[in-house]
């Protein structure tokens, strides 16, 4: 009886090896080929830094390699398309596979283009897909900052969308959640500051990891340049 092929998303949370699931462990432990993202070649993938205390010695991880170059679309899709290709290929000789990214699968992942273009070239392939701690929750245990009670609405969009869309999640939100602070910070900041908003607003990097850092008085961050992996989670007055 031939065996299905199989590739697992599992999110490994935002840091600590702690976080990532039970089952993201035992199914870490039990597949025959891991793929891990990368920006390049050979560069360390905090992914599977996450997840090494789960793969055993010996077992086969492979890399696929993702530009962080946003602004090359055509060289994006066609490494989503390259590693859908490569997945498919392993898992001829190795039926059960897992792909691990950082914090949740289905949150911001590079996991979910791959598993969009996998579904449209090799539909054989079974998808199944594991939940992980993402680092907005991470971050909100962190801090401890509540994201919503009642019926509270929360926003949560990158630092560098338009400016509209920005002054709308943070005027009408109860919690916004300004992930990748590295591009868009100082425009950022003015606004908080425009909407009186500054003093209610806290900053968080590698939320989970040896480096984390929180500010609470986020007027610091000015003419900084922040980490890739931070967020910033703003409440309204009275929330």
Known sequence: MSVVPT?????VGPGDPELLTIKGARLIREAGVIFVPAARSGQRSLARSIA???????????????????????LLEDSWDASADTIAIALQTEPVGVFLTEGDAMLYSTFIYTMEALSRRHPAVNIE?????????????????????ADQR??????????????????????????????????????????????????????????????????????????????????RPGQ
């Not at 590739?7 to 999110?11: A, E, F, Q, S």
């Not at 090494?52 to 055509?74: H, N």
């Not at 992980?132 to 962190?142: D, M, N, P, R």
């Open 52 to 74: 090494t205390p789960y793969i055993d010695v010996g077992k086969r991880v492979v890399e696929l390699i993702y530009p962080t170059d946003g602004r090359a679309r055509q």
């Open 154 to 235: 929360v926003a949560i969009l990158p630092s560098d969308s338009p400016e509209a869309v920005l002054r709308a999640a943070l005027s009408t939100s109860d919690t916004t959640v300004l992930l990748k602070l590295s591009s868009g910070s100082e425009r950022v900041l003015d606004l908080l500051d425009e909407l009186g908003l500054t003093n209610h607003a806290v900053w968080i990097r590698r939320c989970g990891q040896s480096q984390q850092e929180i500010v609470r008085d986020v007027r610091a961050l000015r003419n900084q340049r922040l980490d890739y992996f931070s967020l910033m989670i703003v409440k």
């Open 7 to 11: 590739l697992h998303g599992i999110g």
């Open 129 to 149: 897909i594991v939940p992980g701690v993402s680092s907005i929750h991470a971050a909100a245990a962190a801090t401890g900052v509540p994201l919503a009670t």
